[in-house]
């Protein structure tokens, strides 16, 4: 009777519980020490653990060779020592991995399925030496023409991947920004620094970029730069900002978008909810390019679509911008004027955004300037005042299909 029972206890434990994970191989990447270039013994591990295992990354690595670490399958990458890139931009240069997006290329291209990054540990751009070389060089640096001599790279691409967890890690001194060509990856607990400590400003800091990625999530996390905190860059779908502290930054933002005459782009299901937006150039913002004549266009004339956007408790402080769309991003107002954007702009949606702006712009906190029409572009729970005086705000509103859904007096832009 009692051994009956057992037996069926057993039984029904094996026949409910789930199978049994395959055992997980444990590789440690050990480190040389002295300055040497850590990056082929990483790369190695890499290839030997891609599959059902766990690597662990607890020491303090120089990295001087590109990380091309794919084909990852079920692996967990415990980062809790430091990843540091040489400041060798000549090295640098060629050897960091092209990605076609504006020409920028990365340190570490991480790529495969079913991938968790955690750790606590940092991944260190080195930044400062390609900050004062653009200071002093003017040289823009992105890949293409210019890429054997200088190409600043991205400090970690998650690209070509699906279901990545990235988490609690800290990244510092971005020479560049981030991108990503995936399906379902989630950040969170990230903390990311990029501080100057020399007179040359940070030059394209951006926290995240999304690119060519459906279902992203970015939450939790504080960003300290000077550029993006995060953008939206062409064919963003199905993406959630959430719990979000950014200082310095240029505003969450989508775009730019519509810059190829000869591409479509695609930002779609964005809800950006619980930011803190301190310092910085732009609170919540869209910015597609207008129109243009010339087919091939690389300067504006591209189509597609912004849509259902969506901006929930959105705090600013000392903002230029708190809101913002510029449907003629970078480009001519007569020719803006003339050729009205391609790319529509709709079902976007501003839920308590408030706060103070820096005063930069006048009394203007809300600035929605279309050049075709924008539809649907509602507004609940605006209250931002005038930063640095007792101005009363005024809201720019410009080819707004209807404005009886802002909860806000628009004006006409003063041209
Ligand atoms: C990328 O590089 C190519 C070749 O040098 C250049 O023609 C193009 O303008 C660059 N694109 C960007 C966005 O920098
Ligand atoms: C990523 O995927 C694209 C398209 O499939 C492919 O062309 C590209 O080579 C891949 N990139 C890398 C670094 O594997
Ligand atoms: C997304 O990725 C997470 C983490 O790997 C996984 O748990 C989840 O099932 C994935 N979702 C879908 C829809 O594949
Ligand atoms: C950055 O450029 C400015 C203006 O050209 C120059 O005054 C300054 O010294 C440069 N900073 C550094 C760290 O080289
Ligand atoms: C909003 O985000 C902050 C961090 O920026 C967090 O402390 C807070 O718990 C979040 N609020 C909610 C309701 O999630
Ligand atoms: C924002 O960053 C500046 C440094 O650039 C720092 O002094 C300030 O304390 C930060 N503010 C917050 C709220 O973190
Ligand atoms: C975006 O997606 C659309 C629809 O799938 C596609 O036609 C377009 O080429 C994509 N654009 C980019 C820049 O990948
Ligand atoms: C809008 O996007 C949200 C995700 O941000 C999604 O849940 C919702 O279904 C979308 N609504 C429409 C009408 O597509
Ligand atoms: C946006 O969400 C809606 C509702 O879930 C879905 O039908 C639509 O396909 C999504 N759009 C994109 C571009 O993913
Ligand atoms: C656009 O590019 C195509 C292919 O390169 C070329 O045949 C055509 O003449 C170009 N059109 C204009 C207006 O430049
Ligand atoms: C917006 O703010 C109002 C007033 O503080 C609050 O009642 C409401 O719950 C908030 N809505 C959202 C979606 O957070
Ligand atoms: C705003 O008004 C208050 C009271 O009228 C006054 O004390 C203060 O100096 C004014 N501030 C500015 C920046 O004008």
């Known amino acids: ?4 029972w057992l037996l069926l206890a057993s039984f029904a434990v094996s026949a409910l519980g789930k199978p049994k994970p395959p055992t997980r191989k444990t590789c440690s990447v050990p480190a040389i020490g002295g300055g040497e270039d850590d990056g082929p013994t990483i790369n190695k591990v890499f290839k030997t653990c891609s ?48 990605l076609t997006y504006q020409n920028a290329t990365t340190f570490w291209f991480l790529s495969g399925n079913n991938i968790h990054m955690f750790g606590g540990g940092t991944i260190d751009g080195n930044g400062q030496v390609w900050w004062d070389t653009l200071n002093n060089t003017g040289n823009s640096g992105t890949a293409g023409g210019s890429s054997t001599t200088f190409a ?34 989630t950040y969170k607990n990230i903390n990311i620094r990029a501080v100057s400590f020399s007179s040359s400003p940070t030059a394209n800091s951006d926290g995240w970029d999304i690119y060519r990625s459906n279902q992203v999530t970015v939450r939790d996390s ?25 200082n310095g930054s240029h505003g969450i933002s ?65 903002v230029d911008n708190p809101i913002l769309i510029n449907q003629c991003y970078s480009t001519n107002a007569a020719v803006c004027a003339q050729f009205p954007s391609k790319l529509t702009i709709s079902d ?47 809201y720019v509103c410009k080819n707004i299909g209807t404005t009886s859904e802002l909860d806000f007096e628009c004006v006409a832009p003063s041209t």
């Open 348 to 394: 976007i949606h501003y839920i308590n955004v408030t706060g103070t702006s820096s005063g930069h712009e006048g009394s203007v906190v809300v600035d929605l300037e279309c050049s075709d029409i924008c539809e649907d572009i509602t507004a609940t729970g605006t209250n931002i005042s005038v930063g640095g005086s007792n101005k009363t705000a005024t």
């Open 1 to 4: 009777m009692y051994a009956a």
């Open 51 to 98: 599959t059902h295992s766990r690597i662990v990354l607890d020491k303090y690595y120089v990295v001087d060779t590109l990380l091309l670490t794919k084909d990852l399958n079920d692996v967990e990458i415990e980062l809790s020592g430091t990843v540091q890139y040489t400041p060798d931009i000549a090295k640098w240069s060629p050897q960091s991995l092209f």
């Open 152 to 185: 600043r790279p991205i400090p970690l691409t998650v690209g070509n991947a699906t279901n990545v967890v990235v988490e609690n890690i800290r990244e510092i001194g971005s020479p560049f920004w981030f991108v990503y060509q995936s399906n379902n990856v």
């Open 222 to 246: 504080v960003v300290l730069n000077n550029d993006d905190c995060v953008s939206f860059k062409p064919n963003s779908t199905n993406i959630i900002v959430a719990n979000m502290i950014c």
């Open 254 to 318: 989508v775009g730019s978008l519509g810059q190829y005459a000869m591409e479509t782009d695609i930002v779609a299901n964005v809800s950006v909810t619980n930011v803190t937006m301190i310092n910085a150039q732009n609170g919540a913002r869209i910015k597609v390019f207008g129109g243009n004549p010339n087919p091939n266009s690389t300067v504006g004339g591209g189509s597609g679509y912004v849509k259902n956007v969506t901006f929930t408790d959105f705090f600013v402080q000392n």
